[in-house]
């Protein structure tokens, strides 16, 4: 994590991380203004603090109540030597508390963070650099030693030399990625989250058998995200870069709809145009990108090579990211590793929609095969001594697929989780699978599985299958717990030499009939390799198109911006077409419009439903207001101080609502109930003199909105060196 300081006033100083602000200062004996806790007072809460949060997050796993729970850390000094300290936790127990849960607890206190870090004893590295914003080196790992060389199956290049090279990569680009935490909780299984420091909303997560193997995956991951844009899917890029000479990538080409709103010519090929339209409702105005918003301009189409005869066919990024999110991208030290990487990706998703959607039981892989794999059975046993049982299945499918899976069934919750992992080794696909299944996750992060079900219109809802995509939190069917396999065991391998692999996998699509089209991006310095097989590699369903496009944003995006400068008539037009529009009220406007709002913020909680209320308010409709503050209070999951302002509303909209009240009698008691700073506000929305309270105005220039602007921030330096290795 990087944090930024900033020198204040006197001795008050400003450290800024994320989306945090941390403001310390000195005691008065100490030449400070004692406004603010000291530098050493913060170190000292934060040990105790992650001692808590260990605790509260053992009690939650197992619904023990914390309101009985006291914790506190009392700081013994060495009068010889005042750095040599004692760190004493003291932690108060309800009486009726289990001994298993009293040892549980006090165990979960060994596992806080901080305590470790400072008992490992950190390293300090000080030094003095030119400037702190273009300093990039990556903050990853010491630089490995000359004669380190460890090879993995798959990899073209040593583990050490293809960090070197991609931490090369991120430094030219001047991105500065660091490592926000590493798991390692089962032998042989690591895990780590990376993220740009400048902007963390563009981070990946690597796994591997060891260290080095899972930053080298979760470096490929960031790579191939920044190289496909998937850092900034559905995220609006500002109005400079959308009017640029480019948006996503120089050879992109603009279609401009027809007079009818009919798809242009020149846009996709036959065969994809029978999938993705295929009752020709699809319209050009469905195709319009999010990040650029610009109608005038037309649809921006990337080119994909297709792979049955090279003609090129122009796909619409809009479909791309609605369609695909991260499935069938790659990076790799050669194109061939990229693309093995790419098609084993490609099958492990849809293999297992196949097998979830189908209810199908899988072979069991013999504990003999196993057996050759040590370093993976090592790992499904520890985890069967930690109390979850483990399946380690087949998942070719009898041969047909490089796939396997790895379930993990959780006794105490009675939650499931099937992973999946795919390579032409079977070995590889194994250990993917296991990789996947503790990917980030700790003991208690396996709580939170669904249960098996057998309602089989729970499996097959589309959903479901986005669930699983996305982080395998979908439910699976009881169907598929038989010990009774509906397919024979196959000890299958398709591996050879990464050319012959892609041959492999490429003809296990030709004999589905599939065609597969594919662009190749070395803008960064790596070959990337993006894979669509339409029909097939598909995350979404093809109807989003039409029915939920992330490119609703543009309907919304301008006028919700520019809210506090609508006259009543736009804001009833804005509200109208809310309305009309029958999108779920309970979708936060981040999603809606496609900006990253700081979430501390009033905007980054903000709900259509609240944005419907606030402008209603404006427009003084104040029976439909007080409906929607009903509303509000029912399903509130924002803030209490929100929570208060809205039961402060809905008190006194019921009196102004009342012909026999008046809100002057009340407003005494009110403000001792909800404080007169809140019942200003109050009064003032429920008069119009106040305007959407708690949202600070902004503006299609997005003043004020930090974060959004570090993502632009972020993704201006990938357009720039794009645009000068094309010359531009």
């Known amino acids: ?46 040990s105790a603090l992650c001692a808590a949060y260990f605790v509260k997050v053992y009690c939650v796993a197992r619904d023990i109540p914390t309101e009985n729970i006291r914790l506190s850390q009392n700081n013994i000094v060495d009068p010889e030597n005042r750095y040599n300290q ?13 001994d298993k849960d009293r040892q549980g607890i006090l165990r979960s206190i060994e596992r806080c963070t901080v305590k470790k870090v400072v008992q490992t004893g950190p390293e300090f590295q000080i030094e003095t650099v030119d400037n702190l914003d273009e300093d990039a080196q990556a903050l990853l790992m010491a630089t490995p030693e000359e004669s380190a060389s460890t090879w993995i199956e798959g990899k073209d290049l040593p583990l050490e030399q293809t960090i070197s090279n991609m931490t090369g990569m991120l430094e030219k680009l001047g991105m500065k990625v660091e490592i926000a935490s590493w798991r390692n909780i089962v032998p042989h299984v690591w895990s780590l989250h990376i993220r740009d420091a400048a902007s963390p909303m563009c981070f990946t997560n690597g796994k591997g058998s060891t260290k080095e193997s899972a930053l080298c995956s979760a470096l490929g991951e960031f790579i191939e995200r920044l190289s496909c844009n998937f850092f900034y899917n559905d995220q609006f890029f500002g109005e400079e870069i959308a009017n640029s000479e480019f948006v996503h990538y120089p050879n992109e080409k603009w279609f401009k709809p027809g007079p009818d709103d009919e798809l242009p010519e020149g846009l996709l090929d036959d065969y994809c145009l029978a999938i993705y339209n295929p009752d020709g409702e699809l319209c050009g105005s469905n195709l319009i990108d999010t990040n650029s918003g610009n109608v005038e301009r037309g649809i921006v189409s990337l080119p994909f090579v297709r792979q049955s005869d090279g003609e090129e066919v122009y796909f619409p990024s809009n479909l791309i990211e609605n369609l695909y999110l991260s499935n ?18 490609i099958f492990e998703r849809a293999v297992k929609r196949e097998i979830i959607e189908q209810e199908i039981s899988l072979p069991d892989v013999p504990l003999e095969v196993l057996k050759r794999y040590p370093d993976i059975l090592e790992g499904v046993e520890a985890l069967e001594a930690q109390g979850f049982p483990i399946l380690v299945k087949d998942a070719s499918l009898g041969g047909r ?9 959780n006794p105490k919750t009675g939650g499931v989780f099937a992973s999946f992992g ?36 729970a499996v097959t809802e589309p959903n479901n299958f986005v669930e699983h995509f996305i982080d395998s939190s979908g439910v699976v069917s009881w169907r598929f717990f038989s010990s009774k396999a509906d397919i024979e065991f196959c000890e299958w391998d398709f591996s050879g030499t990464n050319e012959q692999e892609v041959a492999s996998l490429m003809g296990i699509l030709e004999e589905l009939d599939k065609e597969v089209y594919m662009a190749v991006h070395t803008d960064l310095g790596a070959p990337v390799c993006r894979i669509l097989v339409p029909g097939y590699s598909e995350v979404y369903p093809v109807e989003d198109l039409i029915w939920d496009n992330t490119n609703m944003a543009l309907d919304y995006r301008e006028d919700i911006l ?30 809606l419009i496609g900006i990253e709002f700081d979430e ?71 403000e001792r109930m909800f404080g007169k700073e809140t019942m200003q506000a109050v009064v ?43 010359g531009m």
């Not at 004692?86 to 289990?98: A, C, G, K, N, Y």
């Not at 990076?331 to 790419?342: I, M, R, W, Y």
């Not at 003043?703 to 959004?708: I, N, P, S, V």
Request: glycine share 4%.
């Open 422 to 457: 795919a390579h032409p080794s079977f070995q590889v696909a194994l250990e993917r699978s296991l990789t996947e299944l503790m990917q980030g996750r700790s003991f208690e992060g396996l709580n939170d599985f669904l249960p098996p079900t057998f309602n089989s219109l």
């Open 401 to 409: 697929f490089p796939v396997a899976c790895v379930t993990l069934m």
């Open 562 to 591: 520019n809210i506090h400068a609508l006259s009543d008539e736009q804001l009833a037009d804005l509200l109208e077409r809310l309305e009309e529009s029958q999108i779920d009220e309970h979708m936060d406007i981040i999603t």
């Open 684 to 726: 003032g929305s429920v008069n119009g003199e106040v305007r959407f309270h708690g949202l600070t105005p902004t503006s299609m220039q997005l003043e004020g909105l930090e974060k959004h602007q570090r993502l632009i921030e972020s993704y201006r330096k990938l357009h720039a060196a794009r645009a000068a290795l094309a």
């Open 1 to 46: 994590m990087e944090i930024k300081v900033n020198f204040l006033d006197n001795l008050r100083l400003e450290a800024s991380f994320d989306d945090f602000t941390v403001i310390t200062d000195q005691p008065i004996r100490y030449k400070g203004d004692g406004s603010a806790p000291s530098p050493f007072d913060y170190f000292l809460a934060s």
């Open 600 to 670: 501390n913020t009033v905007w980054g909680q903000l709900t259509i439903l609240e944005l419907k209320l606030l402008i209603q308010l404006a427009l003084q409709q104040h029976e439909e207001a007080l409906e929607r503050v009903a509303m509000f209070l029912q399903y509130n999951d924002n803030t209490i101080v929100r929570g208060l302002f809205y039961q402060a509303m809905q008190a006194a909209l019921e009196i102004v609502l009342d012909d026999e009240l008046e809100l002057g009698d009340y407003l005494y008691n009110l």
């Open 86 to 98: 004692i760190f004493r936790i003291q932690v108060e127990l309800p009486e009726d508390l289990s």
């Open 328 to 345: 069938g991208m790659s990076a790799g030290n050669t194109l061939v590793e990229a693309q093995v990487q790419c098609l084993s990706e």
